[in-house]
């Protein structure tokens, strides 16, 4: 075991707080410019993965998908302030009763998740997530997290954000994309690497059907925010 000399502890203090004190900077500025890359993009990319994105504003992005990712991520969005407590306290029931302990993270947590902090489960790194999302649920808003959140999520092996998915895998730009396409989309989210939007198994085709219908009942606007 390396001995932490009053150097050493000196040293390792300053990363600490440079490691905090970056991504804090980057929250307001990424309120207005793209993030060039996200840490998931660089670990993939270290990985072998290539890395194809191209951001595109929320307006050039078919009001379909936002539908989409709602119906299937985050049916709260509209109406939460970064964290969907009743999904919350359904997950935790649910792993009480003897099920599987289940996913509640936000749209906004996603979000925060991917722009800032390293794919895990640790505690560590859901506390710096929660931080993340009150950050960004005050100063970004729910337009911009849509945004941000449908440029920057990983679609498939080296694909990134709802332009280079929609082009990879139906030949046309995220704004074209049709109900039926976003709703296939959304539906690989959970495991981008293993499923196709294109060509979907039985279980994704499932999903698909169930997105779409409930797509019918999210409600929004002509600019794609939250009525």
Same mark, same amino acid.
């Given at each position: 075991?390396?001995?932490?000399?009053?150097?050493?502890?000196?040293?390792?203090?300053?990363?600490?707080?440079?490691?905090?004190?970056?991504?804090?900077?980057?929250?307001?500025?990424?309120?207005?410019?793209?993030?060039?890359?996200?840490?998931?993009?660089?670990?993939?990319?270290?990985?072998?993965?290539?890395?194809?994105? +191209?951001?595109?504003?929320?307006?050039?992005?078919?009001?379909?998908?936002?539908?989409?990712?709602?119906?299937?991520?985050?049916?709260?969005?509209?109406?939460?302030?970064?964290?969907?407590?009743?999904?919350?306290?359904?997950?935790?029931?649910?792993?009480?009763?003897?099920?599987?302990?289940?996913?509640?993270?936000?749209?906004?947590? +996603?979000?925060?998740?991917?722009?800032?902090?390293?794919?895990?489960?640790?505690?560590?790194?859901?506390?710096?997530?929660?931080?993340?999302?009150?950050?960004?649920?005050?100063?970004?808003?729910?337009?911009?997290?849509?945004?941000?959140?449908?440029?920057?999520?990983?679609?498939?092996?080296?694909?990134?954000?709802?332009?280079?998915?929609?082009?990879?895998?139906?030949?046309?730009?995220?704004?074209?994309?049709?109900?039926?396409?976003?709703?296939?989309?959304?539906?690989?989210?959970?495991?981008?690497?293993?499923?196709?939007?294109?060509?979907?198994?039985?279980?994704?085709?499932?999903?698909?059907?169930?997105?779409?219908?409930?797509?019918?009942?999210?409600?929004?606007?002509?600019?794609?925010?939250?009525?």
């Amino acid at each position: 075991m390396i001995a932490l000399t009053p150097v050493r502890r000196r040293l390792l203090r300053r990363l600490l707080l440079a490691l905090t004190l970056v991504p804090l900077a980057l929250v307001p500025l990424y309120r207005l410019v793209p993030p060039p890359a996200t840490p998931l993009m660089l670990i993939r990319l270290a990985e072998g993965f290539g890395l194809h994105k +191209q951001w595109e504003p929320l307006e050039r992005i078919s009001p379909h998908l936002a539908r989409a990712v709602i119906a299937s991520e985050d049916a709260r969005f509209c109406t939460h302030h970064g964290f969907d407590w009743h999904a919350i306290d359904t997950a935790i029931d649910t792993y009480e009763d003897g099920g599987r302990l289940r996913g509640a993270s936000t749209i906004s947590q +996603q979000t925060a998740k991917n722009a800032f902090l390293w794919p895990g489960r640790s505690f560590l790194r859901k506390g710096l997530e929660a931080g993340f999302t009150v950050l960004i649920e005050a100063l970004w808003g729910k337009r911009r997290i849509m945004e941000v959140y449908l440029n920057i999520i990983e679609w498939g092996p080296g694909l990134y954000g709802a332009e280079a998915a929609a082009r990879a895998y139906f030949h046309k730009p995220a704004a074209a994309l049709s109900w039926a396409e976003a709703a296939a989309l959304a539906a690989v989210l959970p495991s981008p690497l293993r499923w196709s939007p294109n060509h979907p198994g039985g279980y994704v085709a499932r999903r698909i059907h169930i997105i779409e219908m409930r797509m019918a009942a999210v409600r929004l606007d002509r600019d794609h925010l939250c009525p």
